[in-house]
C-alpha cells in the first residue's frame, strides 16, 4: 500500500508569512507524529496525535506552531509568522496504534523561510 | 532530560563490517531504535532493542545494554547503498512515546 505522502515537498516563504505543510498517513494508522529535522541532526518531535486529538504537544517550540487532524487521518501543520529559524525539514510519521509498532516516515517537507 | 550519543562520520569499504556505537543518558527509557536515512529521503526504520543482547535481522544487527546505557548498530558486508545517515533513538518502534533521536552517524561506503 501506499506510503506516508507530505505535501509539498518543497516550500519557500518569506520571514512573517503563513505556511501549512500537509501529511497523509498510512490508511488505517491511528497514530501520527510531526517531527523537525534541521541540517545534520537527528528529527525533533513535535507532536503526536491519537485519532483527532492531540496528545502530546510537548515538542512544539511556541504559539506560533498549530497542528490539526481534524478527521483523524490528514493532518496539517500550520506556522504562523514564519521565522528563518523556522527553516528545516518537517517530518511526518504514523503508526498502526499507539503501543506496538513501527513509525513510518513520510518523505518530509522542506521548508525555507527568506 | 534525555540525550543520545553517537560518532558523526564513519567510513568503511565495501565488503567490511562496521559498528556504529549510541551511548544515552535517557529518563524513563523505552528502549533504543535504530533509522536509516538516505539524503533527502525518508527516515527509515531498521531494528529494535527492547531488552538487553543481539537483535539480528539479515546484514544489520543491533545490540543493548541497560546497564551500560549503550547500544550499537552492526552492519555486515557493506554495500554502496549502505551509505546514508543512521540515527539510533530513545523511544519504543511505536509507542505512544515519541523517539528522541542522536544526532545521527554519515556511513561513508568506499567502493
Known amino acids: 500500500g501506499a506510503g506516508v505522502s507530505q505535501t509539498p515537498s518543497n516550500k519557500v516563504t518569506e520571514k512573517g508569512k503563513y505556511v501549512e505543510l500537509r501529511c497523509d498517513p498510512i490508511s488505517g494508522h491511528t497514530a501520527l507524529y510531526w517531527y523537525r529535522q534541521s541540517l545534520g541532526q537527528g528529527p525533533e518531535f513535535l507532536i503526536y496525535?491519537?485519532?483527532?486529538?492531540?496528545?502530546?504537544d510537548s515538542g512544539l517550540p511556541n504559539d506560533r506552531f498549530f497542528a490539526v487532524r481534524p478527521e483523524g487521518s490528514v493532518s496539517t501543520l500550520k506556522i504562523q509568522r514564519t521565522e528563518r529559524g523556522d527553516s528545516a525539514v518537517y517530518l511526518c510519521a504514523s503508526s498502526f496504534k499507539d503501543t506496538t509498532d513501527t513509525q513510518y516516515f513520510g518523505p518530509g517537507t522542506r521548508l525555507t523561510v527568506l | 532530560g534525555q540525550s543520545l550519543e553517537q560518532p558523526s562520520e564513519v567510513t568503511a569499504v565495501e565488503g567490511a563490517i562496521v559498528q556504529i556505537n549510541c551511548t544515552y543518558q535517557?529518563?524513563?527509557?523505552?528502549?533504543l531504535s535504530w533509522y536509516q536515512q538516505h539524503d533527502g529521503g525518508a527516515p527509515t526504520f531498521l531494528s529494535y532493542?527492547?531488552?538487553?543482547g543481539l537483535e539480528e535481522t539479515g546484514r544489520f544487527s543491533s545490540f543493548l545494554s541497560r546497564s551500560d546505557s549503550y547500544g550499537y548498530l552492526l552492519l555486515q558486508e557493506l554495500q554502496m547503498k549502505d551509505s546514508a545517515s543512521y540515527f539510533c533513538?530513545?523511544?519504543?518502534?511505536?509507542?505512544?512515546?515519541?523517539?528522541?533521536f542522536g544526532s545521527g552517524t554519515q556511513l561513508t561506503v568506499l567502493p
Open positions: 496525535f491519537q485519532g483527532t486529538g492531540a496528545a502530546d
Open positions: 532493542n527492547a531488552l538487553d
Open positions: 535517557t529518563s524513563g527509557f523505552y528502549g
Open positions: 533513538a530513545d523511544g519504543a518502534s511505536g509507542s505512544a512515546r515519541q523517539l528522541t
